[in-house]
């Protein structure tokens, strides 16, 4: 008999996978400039020019130097860069202790959940989410609870948090600059969350673990402050991926911080490692550890993404389309003109214009646009979200 849970996740891909698979055999029959792929999160900015030259440096080093295992919890040079660079921006004190190297932001997420949580443990998160939460909570054998999105500015509905508390509650996951909504927690919120977390694990006499998922934290638009949250909230892991900052997705490379402050640390970071041993997340690649010490603070280059954000919103707020102002990240929420998002999405396909339906992410409703595309693809699109929009005019 097979495992009839992974036979679910594996037989029912991704609906993003599923649009962007779609996409590359249309662009094969009408041509590549006639589908406007707003799929997925695949950065259009190239990695940076320190990441090729660090990558050709390394490349002239011994063999066994490169290519060789690394310690389970990553590179201890790797790991000191990391403490140095986070220590300067934030102000704080960790060292390469702190911090464990993972497969890029998928593992980092799944072994820190892993590594804290028992059978019949919750987990909550806030809608809009990113639907691979739910797989990795449920790999966990917890179960996750969802609080529904507060449309108004798709900050924390803490009214509806509230009532999903319990003492059941393992722990908190936030997204921050948000995937798909593109909002920002505010100082004000992460400061309201602690606060509430903090009073419930008093009443609970349990640990609350709060995990900061921040692949989208170096794209802010405007001067937008991301609030660092280990600094509001003690009990907090920060999972982190170079994936979008330093546009590296398919080289799957990030981390997990434990800072000292955690209950239990030291278990902490034991049981981390124990968790990326067991599932099979062991030695993030060591190429990549060593470009990215080299590369510490490169600086993200947004002037693409802001540019492309502007283009789009005001493109389509003057069509007539209600949409959430990004203040991060490179997605757009746009509300869908009918309930069904699903179906504004299959009629959008009607002219190859590809949009995620926002039901996966737990906020029916909208649809979410990756424009972390070419400015032409934008171009070219308007027009044809205009004669979408006119369907329903």
């Known amino acids: 008999m097979l495992n009839e849970q992974m036979f679910e996740y594996g037989s029912k891909s991704s609906v993003i996978r599923e649009l962007f698979a779609y996409g590359l055999e249309r662009k094969k029959i009408v041509g590549e400039d006639k589908v406007y792929d707003f799929s997925i999160g695949n950065p259009s900015i190239p990695a940076p020019s320190n990441i090729k030259k660090a990558l050709l440096e390394l490349l002239e080093e011994p063999a066994e130097a490169l290519h060789g295992y690394s310690p389970a919890a990553g590179e201890i040079e790797v790991r000191k860069c990391l403490s140095e660079s986070v ?48 797989v990795w909570v449920e790999q966990a054998k917890a179960k996750l609870l969802v609080v529904p999105a507060e449309t108004e500015n798709f900050q924390i509905y803490f009214e509806e948090l509230k009532k999903l508390l319990s003492p059941k509650t393992k722990g908190i996951i936030i997204n921050s600059p948000n995937n798909p909504s593109g909002v920002v927690y505010s100082e004000e919120t992460i400061k309201r969350l602690a606060a509430l977390l903090e009073e419930k694990q008093k009443e609970y006499g349990t640990t609350i673990y709060l995990i900061s998922d921040e692949p989208y934290r170096e794209i802010v638009y405007d001067n937008i402050e991301v609030p660092y949250v280990p600094k509001y909230y003690p009990n907090t892991m920060v999972c982190y991926s170079y994936s979008k900052s330093l546009s590296l997705p398919g080289e799957r490379i990030g981390y997990i911080l434990t800072p000292d402050e955690v209950d239990e640390s030291q278990r902490l970071r034991a049981a981390i490692a124990g968790a990326g041993r067991a599932l099979g997340y062991v030695c993030a690649p060591v190429l990549f550890q060593k470009a990215i ?77 990756s424009y972390c595309v070419s400015e032409k693809t934008i171009k070219d699109a308007l027009p044809v979200f205009a004669q979408l929009i006119k369907e329903y005019q």
């Open 87 to 134: 220590n300067r921006r934030f102000g704080t004190a960790y060292t390469a202790d702190n911090f464990y190297m993972t497969v890029g932001a998928a593992a980092a997420l799944s072994i820190s959940i892993q590594a804290v949580t028992n059978p019949e443990d919750e987990w909550i998160t806030f809608a809009p989410f990113f639907p691979e939460y739910r």
């Open 293 to 369: 010490a080299r590369c510490i603070d490169t600086p993200t280059d947004i002037r693409a993404y802001k540019s492309n954000r502007d283009l789009l919103y005001n493109g389509l707020v003057s069509l007539g389309y209600e949409c959430v102002r990004p203040q991060g990240a490179f997605y757009l929420f746009v509300k869908s003109p009918e309930p069904d998002a699903y179906a504004f999405s299959e009629r959008a396909k009607k002219y190859d214009l590809l949009i995620v339906p926002s039901d996966s992410f737990g906020c029916a409703g909208y649809v979410r646009i």
